[in-house]
């Protein structure tokens, strides 16, 4: 059985009522999931192409270690079809749907199932549509084509009157929040902001927790990299992050010196954790010495445990001393 849960909470109802349906071997040949945009709904439709797949599912479970779960999991299955367009925003072009008529058209590779998950189906052209259309009918038996559209309204009525509309449930606010703070390990109100700015639509808030991320990290290694080239000092840098998740800085830092450490052992792109910053690592890591590396990765690690245990240190103070830290590396 696969362990971790395959649906969000707020869609079990529906997912239970659709793979009963294919348990009854009941399901229609073409539906269409419609909803809010950032709830679950492709997520849900490409864990329905892996229940359908699954040569053994168990309680509407896939196994997760048949052939045909194993070839998902290592994400080429020959008998499922992901369609969405080449480029965010833009068309689904009727050459994509040609090649899916193309694969209608063969048996299924794995002798069961085949199913397509198209998304955001609204994207599909006139042409596209059209072409579509015939295959909506008949696509073959043990066939399923999972539309996922986010508006509905604007697909074609011939195509929304061949596919079974299923309506994706918004969560609410009592299903969204402990999701999201489970999913990203974050603070209740920190959710609960997160899903304001969304709107309640839990995915799209996680993504935006993680872009965010992205280019808070981003933002700190440049520091970092300024440090070094004395364009900032390390008072301006403490001053502008301090406020900052300070737990994660230090976490990053860490991860930075450490492989700074790996990189004076052995001069191995492969090696280190923080690929993208290999350039400054390296030269850090041939100016340095292995006793300011080792003081500075203990200094960090009695801060990141001060900082664990709550004693309020002076957070600027204590970032700034770990940032001349890292200048000294080089000096
Ligand atoms: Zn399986």
Redesign the pocket.
């Known amino acids: 059985m696969i362990d971790k849960p395959l649906v969000v909470p707020w869609a079990e109802t529906l997912w239970n009522k659709l793979a009963r349906q294919h348990a009854e071997s009941r399901l229609p040949h073409a539906i269409l999931l419609t909803g809010h945009t950032g709830i679950g709904k492709i997520e849900f439709a490409q864990a329905f192409a892996h229940l359908l797949l699954?040569?053994?599912?168990h309680n509407h479970q896939?196994?997760?270690?048949?052939r045909?779960?194993e070839l998902l999991s290592s994400g080429n299955h020959p008998d499922l079809v992901y369609l969405h367009p080449t480029e965010a925003g833009k068309a689904i072009k009727v050459d994509q749907v040609r090649e899916l008529l193309q694969f209608l058209h063969n048996t299924a590779q794995q002798g069961g199932y085949r199913v397509v998950v198209m998304e955001p189906a609204e994207n599909m052209n006139i042409n596209a549509a059209n072409a579509l259309l015939k295959s909506l009918e008949e696509p073959g038996n043990n066939t399923l084509l999972l539309l996922v559209s986010h508006q509905p309204g604007q697909l074609m009525p011939t195509i929304r009157s061949r596919c079974q509309q299923v309506g994706f449930p918004m969560p609410s606010a009592d299903q969204a929040a402990p999701w999201l703070t489970q999913q990203l390990g974050i603070e209740a109100e920190r959710a609960g902001q997160l899903l304001r700015i969304t709107r309640g639509a839990p995915l799209k808030a996680r993504l935006l927790y993680q872009t965010d991320r992205v280019s808070f990290r981003a933002g700190f290694v440049t520091g970092l990299a300024d440090l070094l080239k004395a364009r900032t000092t390390a008072v301006t840098l403490a001053e502008k992050l301090y406020k900052e998740d300070l737990l994660q800085l230090l976490e990053w830092m860490y991860s930075l010196l450490v492989d700074i450490a790996r990189l004076q052992a052995d001069s191995e792109t492969l090696k280190i954790s923080n690929a993208d910053m290999f350039k400054m690592l390296n030269a850090v890591a041939k100016k340095t010495t292995a006793v300011k590396l080792y003081s500075l990765i203990d200094q960090l690690q009695a801060e990141r445990i001060s900082l664990m245990e709550r004693h309020n240190p002076n957070r600027q103070l204590l970032l700034e001393t770990l940032l001349l830290g890292w200048v000294g590396l080089v000096r």
């Open positions: 699954c040569h053994q599912p896939p196994c997760g270690h048949c045909s779960c």
